[in-house]
């Protein structure tokens, strides 16, 4: 029986076709970690110091470039657009959650908290 199993698993990493598919898992898995670490230090440790009674706060989200309509979708996922200027996105009502989720996008430069906090734009 092990001799069955040895030869088995030793004919499927001989396939062509199952070495592919490892080293497309491979690519995927990189590109996973890859966006883990990218992601880190994104996030201002004061991001979410000002949270509501639900536990949103808002963040101001920088981007390398001015946001086009595929950015400012991606992340009303993540919060209320509160509205651009230039490079950055104002984001209000957003959970930690989505910032982690966005932290992980490799367009977004920085994610900090708003310069001018008023309780209106939440």
Known sequence: MATERQSLAFRA???PTIRRLLI???LIVAYQVWLTV???GKVDPAVGDERDMRGRFSADVELGFPPERYHILRMQKHGRIAGTDGNTVHLR??????????AREYWIKRI???EDETPAGR
Do not use: E, F, I, Y
């Open 38 to 40: 990218q992601a880190s």
């Open 112 to 114: 900090v908290p708003p």
């Open 93 to 102: 009502g957003v959970a930690p959650a989505g910032v982690d989720a966005l």
């Open 13 to 15: 990493v001989r396939s």
């Open 24 to 26: 497309l898992v491979l």
